[in-house]
């Protein structure tokens, strides 16, 4: 079947832009993650939603991030004023949510550079 | 605040040779990943390991998990070079929420 998709692949945006990454979800999965992976920061979590509800926005590193999910589907990241910093892969996974299943299927992420 | 440390980060082995990469966390948790990342693609799951004591074989790769001590190992047996990638553990707290990774393993396997 059909494994996580994120688009696009690679984005290269200005400092001061605004971006919108998007991240559709293995069919069926109720529960989406978004992670930053970077050199200098290793792999972290940005925000995890369960549905449509955000239990867990700790990650998100400053305002300028903010996630919505609609229909329990599809997510879009999106990411204001970008600064240089905040060049990273951003990749998204999904998983069942259950208690017998809680493994998470990654995409195959979205490069952001901020030049 | 949950913390997972690898070891080795770098790791250079001959083919043929065998290793042991661990994984180190600092709170109670028993669901542990392992996955594994080539250059430039994203991760792929390898092993989940959901109880104290579980071990889990795939290929020249075994994983195991010591809940008591916190520690999960990942054996690599008579290594040939498709093996060479990133391996990284995560850990999570339990509530379907968020991975914790740890730094990543950097395999290399040399002919």
């Known amino acids: 079947g059909a494994g996580v998709s994120q688009s696009p692949s690679n984005k290269v945006t200005e400092k001061g832009k605004d971006v919108e990454l998007r991240c559709d979800p293995i069919?069926?999965?109720?529960?989406l993650y978004w992670y930053r992976q970077s050199l200098g920061q290793g792999l972290e979590f940005l925000i995890y939603?369960?549905?449509?509800?955000?239990?867990?926005k700790s990650g998100l590193p400053s305002d300028r991030f903010s996630a919505e999910r609609t229909g329990g589907s599809v997510s879009t990241l999106t990411i204001q004023r970008t600064q240089q910093e905040d060049s990273a892969v951003y990749l998204c996974?999904?998983?069942?949510?259950?208690?017998?299943?809680?493994?998470?299927?990654f995409g195959p992420g979205t490069r952001l550079t901020v030049t | 605040e949950l913390k997972v440390e690898q070891n080795p980060l770098f790791l250079s082995m001959q083919e043929g040779k065998n290793y042991t990469i661990y994984c180190n966390y600092s709170t109670t948790s028993d669901r542990l990943y392992w996955y594994r990342q080539d250059p430039g693609k994203s991760l792929e799951s390898l092993f989940v390991l959901l109880s104290n004591g579980a071990v889990k074989q795939e290929g020249r790769l075994m994983a195991s998990l010591d809940t008591k001590a916190r520690l999960s190992t990942l054996h690599i047996t008579a290594a040939v070079h498709d093996l060479s990638a990133t391996y990284f553990c995560a850990v999570d707290t339990g509530t379907a929420s968020k991975l914790t990774f740890g730094t990543g393993t950097r395999l290399q396997v040399t002919l």
């Open positions: 996974a999904s998983s069942l949510g259950t208690r017998l299943s809680y493994e998470q299927y």
């Open positions: 069919s069926g999965h109720t529960a």
């Open positions: 939603f369960q549905g449509n509800s955000a239990p867990d």
